[in-house]
């Protein structure tokens, strides 16, 4: 049985700064890509940044030179440092994980609100 636990989520203030972290259990064999979405209410999920087992990302153009996405390997996580925030940002993030052989994981989801 996999898991994905979410933590890191909260309240800051418009230009603050939060790091997001997802971290994968159980019987993993190995982690193709990871990534973090994100959803408010009555609007579609949608991507923020994603990484590759190699390393290569791809941001959302609405968090380019504010977010940067990283993973362990070793420790099967991946990590969303968010800098400069805006109200805009806020939303409830969930983490993503497509894993070898076992397909599509998704996180519980943690919110991250950002007051003006």
């Known amino acids: 049985q996999v898991q994905l636990v979410e933590s890191g989520g909260g309240l800051v203030q418009a230009g603050g700064s939060l790091a997001l972290s997802c971290a994968a259990s159980g019987s993993i064999w190995g982690i193709n890509t990871m990534a973090w979405y994100r959803q408010t209410p009555g609007k579609q999920r949608e991507l923020v940044a994603s990484?590759?087992?190699?390393?290569?990302?791809v941001y959302a153009d609405s968090v380019k030179d504010r977010f940067t996405i990283s993973r362990d390997n070793a420790k099967n996580t991946v990590y969303l440092q968010m800098s400069s925030l805006t109200p805009e940002d806020t939303a409830v993030y969930y983490c993503?994980?497509?894993?070898?052989?076992?397909?599509?994981?998704w996180g519980q989801g943690t919110r991250v609100t950002v007051s003006s």
């Open positions: 990484i590759t087992s190699g390393g290569s990302t």
């Open positions: 993503y994980f497509r894993m070898n052989l076992l397909g599509d994981y």
